[in-house]
Antibody, heavy 120, light 110 residues
């Protein structure tokens, strides 16, 4: 069965970087785009970025001003999202989610979420 | 501020129907397929409706989606206690070249 399993919670200081992993299994790793979505406490869903695991091509939200880097490790079918220069408003639960068909499709499988806390 | 507009809350009694609206623009809902997600507190969202009106396997047919122009709707028929959750609409935005979400609607069963 399709599974996306994310790394554990992180506590970071402002200005630091955080790297969240998303281990996939149960499907062809290269066949589906992976998106990253975040949710601040008590808030709605905000799209962060996406990666094409087949090519490594990425696209991220302009609001993040180049602070997000997506990578993938094909042998381990794991995706990574690194967010740098952390600010207090980056505190959120970060989810990886699989696009069901093409990049623009709905997200049919989600990771369990990774809480990123930012505090001095 | 979310690019898709949803009412913040909706409610009904068991057995009633609830409709959640989602308003967008020509660059998103007007030109792309709409998806709906259901989220319970402390858990990841779950795909509820995709491609405007299709249900993934396992989603009860009490949930239905529709779209007209730049607006979409989610209808929950025969409301159940277990339907209390947050619901989000989403669509690809051709201008922004990324998915956009609604702000979410909290459904309460009175």
């Amino acid at each position: 069965q399709v599974q996306l399993v994310q790394s554990g919670a992180e506590l970071k200081k402002p200005g630091a970087s955080v790297k969240v992993s998303c281990k996939t299994s149960g499907y062809d790793f290269t066949a589906n785009y992976i998106h990253w979505v975040r949710q601040a406490p008590g808030q709605g869903l905000e799209w962060v970025a996406m990666i094409n695991p087949a090519t490594g091509g990425t696209y991220s939200a302009q609001s993040l001003q180049g602070r997000v880097t997506l990578t993938r490790d094909s042998p381990t079918t794991t995706l990574y999202m690194e967010l740098s220069s952390l600010r207090s408003d980056d505190a959120a639960v970060y989810y990886c989610a699989r696009a069901s068909n093409v990049a623009t499709s709905g997200f049919d499988f989600w990771g369990q979420g990774t809480l990123v806390a930012v505090s001095s | 501020q979310s690019l898709l507009t949803q009412p913040p809350s909706a409610s009904g009694t068991p057995g009633q129907s609830v409709t959640i609206s989602c308003s967008g623009t020509a660059s998103n809902i007007g030109n792309s397929l709409v998806n709906w997600y259901q989220q319970f507190p402390g858990t990841a969202p779950k795909l509820l409706i995709f491609n405007d009106l299709q249900r993934p396997s396992g989603v009860p047919d009490r949930f239905s989606g529709s779209k007209s122009g730049t607006s979409a709707s989610l209808v929950i028929r025969d409301l159940q206690i277990e339907d209390e959750a947050d619901y989000y609409c989403a669509a690809w935005d051709d201008s922004l070249r990324r998915p956009v979400f609604g702000g979410g609607t909290t459904v309460s069963v009175l």
